[in-house]
C-alpha cells in the first residue's frame, strides 16, 4: 500500500532506521508502514512529503507527478 515510501527511501540511500529517527518512531512500526501492515498517520505523511519534497498524493499512489504542493504557510 505505501511501496512509494520504500522508493523514496530507497532513492535517497537512506536506512529504515534512519527515517524512524526523523519520525521518532521504532523501526519495526515503519517497517509495517513500508508493508502496508499499518496506516500511515497524517502528521507522519506530512513529515515525510515535507522531508522528501513530495506530495502526499505522491506518497499514497495516488499520482506519478511527485511535485508537491506550495506551502501555505
Known sequence: MYTGIRD??????LTQQQIEELL????ATYSRYENG???VTSAVLI???NF??????YILG????SKC?????
Open 8 to 13: 523514496l527511501r530507497e532513492d535517497k540511500d
Open 24 to 27: 521518532h518512531i521504532t523501526q
Open 37 to 39: 501492515n499499518l496506516d
Open 47 to 49: 513529515t515525510l512529503a
Open 52 to 57: 522528501y519534497k513530495v506530495s502526499i498524493d
Open 62 to 65: 495516488q499520482t506519478d507527478n
Open 69 to 73: 504542493y506550495p506551502n501555505k504557510k
